[in-house]
């Protein structure tokens, strides 16, 4: 089955710095990468996608790239602010339909 | 504003009892999703329900029995449950069960186990 690895596991980064956090997948037929972001008591909320159609993808200050040769993907984070500071989880949808998440990103956008 | 529903927020319960989870989404979408997520852990997939229709049980312990009444509603009826059954249950829709639908959760049921 589909295996994702994230990494790193927590994050840091001064307010207006940038973040970005990467994953890995291992099915090859995986087509699909959502990333959700998870606050405290909150429910995961999807932030930005990307299909294995298109390299890169952005939207205001989040952007997702995607290597399919190196089967992994990235989000970045530019300009970063205090309500960034959440769980990020990446995801990977592959042969088996289902999505698969990575272990998850504890970013904190100290002030 | 989540667009999944869940009811109820909390729930406290002993090992003896039965509850039931409800969840309901009026987004027109046609699978239904039941996850368990511990804290500070991903969410792992319990029950997929495609039109309806269970199309994937992930091996869940029969104390946890699923239901899908209608396309908006989806329950999971709890029976003899652990305390390590103890976290936050959510729900999810997508148009459909094929690959590259977007999910959408809701806010979740945090469950506690005495």
């Known amino acids: 089955g589909e295996n994702v690895e994230q990494h790193p596991s927590t994050l840091s980064v001064q307010e207006g710095d940038s973040a970005v956090i990467k994953c890995t997948y291992s099915?090859?037929?995986?087509?699909?990468f959502p990333w959700y972001k998870q606050e405290l008591g909150k429910r995961p909320q999807l932030i930005i996608d990307?299909?294995?159609?298109?390299g890169e993808k952005k939207d205001q200050r989040i952007a997702v790239t995607l290597n399919k040769t190196a089967k992994h993907f990235s989000l970045h984070i530019t300009e970063t602010q205090p309500e960034d500071s959440a769980v990020y989880f990446c995801?990977?949808?592959?042969?088996?339909?289902?999505?698969?998440f990575g272990s998850g990103t504890q970013l904190t956008v100290l002030p | 504003d989540t667009e999944v529903t869940q009811t109820p927020k909390h729930l406290v319960m002993g090992m003896t009892n039965k509850k039931s989870l409800k969840c309901e989404q009026h987004?027109?979408?046609?699978?239904m999703y039941w996850y368990k997520q511990k804290a500070k852990k991903p969410p792992e997939l319990m029950f997929v329900?495609?039109?309806?229709?269970?199309?994937i049980n992930e091996s869940v312990p029969s104390r946890f029995s699923p239901e899908c009444p209608n396309s908006s509603l989806l329950n999971l009826h709890l029976h003899a449950l652990q305390p390590e059954d103890s976290a936050l249950y959510l729900c999810?829709?997508?148009?459909?069960?094929?690959?590259?639908?977007?999910?959408?959760f809701g806010d979740g049921t945090r469950l506690s186990i005495l």
């Open positions: 999810a829709s997508s148009q459909d069960s094929v690959a590259n639908q977007p999910q959408h």
């Open positions: 099915d090859s037929a995986s087509n699909y």
């Open positions: 990307i299909r294995s159609n298109v």
């Open positions: 995801a990977a949808s592959g042969s088996a339909r289902q999505l698969t």
């Open positions: 987004m027109g979408h046609r699978a």
């Open positions: 329900y495609s039109y309806e229709k269970l199309s």
